[in-house]
């Protein structure tokens, strides 16, 4: 078995859900020399998240942005971690909901995505800035 892993930074993005899979696939190559194996990508953050969903119809991820935005509000006086701004809480929140990994099975040298499948980066802050990832496969 052999195992490889990498560290990525993505560049800022905006607040919302951002298709990440082809940055993650350029960052590890090793993967293409994979027949079976898995891929783990980890956020080294508390305010963004990750998750594997819909790739191809863009309101989907619109649509996810609305849904959490409405689950977990700003400004809620009830919450007393405030110190980085309004939606410094709720990043918290909604990136304990999604999730700070997402695995992958790796299949004759590919990602054994769904047909309609990709990974979000979900930036949960109005000014995140880069986001740190750590890529790691195993396999043979």
């Known amino acids: 078995m052999k195992i490889y892993q990498q560290n990525i930074q993505l560049t800022a993005r905006r607040r919302g859900f951002h298709l990440i899979t082809d940055e993650v696939l350029y ?13 783990q990508v980890f956020i080294q953050h508390t305010s963004a998240s990750l998750t594997i969903n819909e790739n191809a119809d863009p309101t989907v991820r619109a649509d996810f942005e609305t849904f959490f935005n409405k689950a977990v509000p700003e400004n809620d006086p009830d919450y007393l971690h405030d110190y980085e701004g309004s939606d410094d809480m709720p990043a918290h929140l909604k990136s304990s909901l999604l999730g700070s990994s997402v695995m992958i099975p790796i299949r004759n040298g ?31």
């Open 27 to 39: 960052a590890l190559p090793q993967i293409r020399d994979m027949k079976a194996g898995i891929c």
């Open 110 to 140: 590919r990602p054994a995505l769904g047909t309609w499948q990709g990974i979000y980066l979900c930036e949960h802050r109005d000014h995140g800035g880069p986001r740190r990832l750590v890529i790691t496969a195993w396999g043979e």
